[in-house]
């Protein structure tokens, strides 16, 4: 089942793509799960992003069936934690995850990336050549709500537009 990751934002590599390390979440689409982590961050956490981060994170390194409902594996579905870690964008994308949600602070402010897997697609295979996370979102954490919708369109329209750019259009 496609999943998300969680975690902390770790800069870019030599490419300019994103880095980042964190735990999986089941589903977990921006208008779900990008809106519960700033509700967490804004009310639970009142603003306290190293706290949320090592709750929300660290703590369950198995990841999480359900974060609004605290449901994770590690605990609620009895994987325990010995053996877990914590996880790399790479390893996200093995996991058919499609989105991530990474934290950092930026000019001392903290801010959550929400970032989508890409592909870049060769027309002879279904596979994926290459593949990698861009930021489709930047949300400041003691900004406005952003529209969670709206970021949300904007990756899947990244995500498509780099596919139908190799593979033919559908007919519309
Ligand atoms: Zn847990």
Redesign the pocket.
Known sequence: MAGSLIGRLLGCDDKGRLMGRGVYHRGGPPRKLGACLFRLFRETYKGDLESMLQAVVD??????NDLEKQD?????RGAG?KGYELRDLEWAAQMDCHWAYLFAFENGEPIMVVAHRMARWSSAFLEPLEEWWAAVGIVPLNGDEPDWKSIELAGYKRYADAYYAVHNKPSS
């Not at 703590?59 to 999480?64: F, M, R, V």
């Not at 994770?72 to 609620?76: A, G, L």
């Open positions: 703590a369950h390194p198995a990841g999480w994770c594996y590690c605990h609620t934690v």
